[in-house]
Nanobody
Framework: EQLVESGGGLVQPGGSLRLSCTAS???????????MSWHRQAPGKERELVAS???????EYSDSVKDRFTISRDDVKSTVYLQMNSLTPEDTAVYSC?????????WGQGTQVTVSS
């Protein structure tokens, strides 16, 4: 099983980015059964949970991104998205996606998001 993130890059403050995380090789347990989440880690800081979405579509967000970020999933495409709006320099981090089904956990390699003028 593999998760591959894309969509990161350099954006100005106030800008937007959409991250994608596409799964492949999820044959033992189907992708649609996994809870998916986005995490980020800034330099010198611990990794933090940004947003999550269950197999049923229930969503949760950290207080720092609520009302600015939106998580969604397309189980047909085995992809989870993170739409990020009104970005600030404090959002600069490596963003990684995680798939979890009971004790089965998979991580992507991460994509860099840099918010700077």
């Amino acid at each position: 099983e593999q998760l591959v993130e894309s969509g990161g890059g350099l954006v100005q403050p106030g800008g937007s980015l959409r991250l994608s995380c596409t799964a492949s090789g999820f044959t033992y347990v189907a992708f649609n059964l996994y809870a998916m989440s986005w995490h980020r880690q800034a330099p010198g800081k611990e990794r933090e949970l940004v947003a999550s979405i269950t197999r049923f579509g229930l969503k949760e967000y950290s207080d720092s991104v609520k009302d600015r970020f939106t998580i969604s999933r397309d189980d047909v495409k085995s992809t989870v998205y993170l739409q990020m709006n009104s970005l600030t320099p404090e959002d600069t981090a490596v963003y990684s996606c995680k798939a979890q089904f009971i004790s089965r956990v998979h991580w992507g390699q991460g994509t860099q998001v840099t918010v700077s003028s």
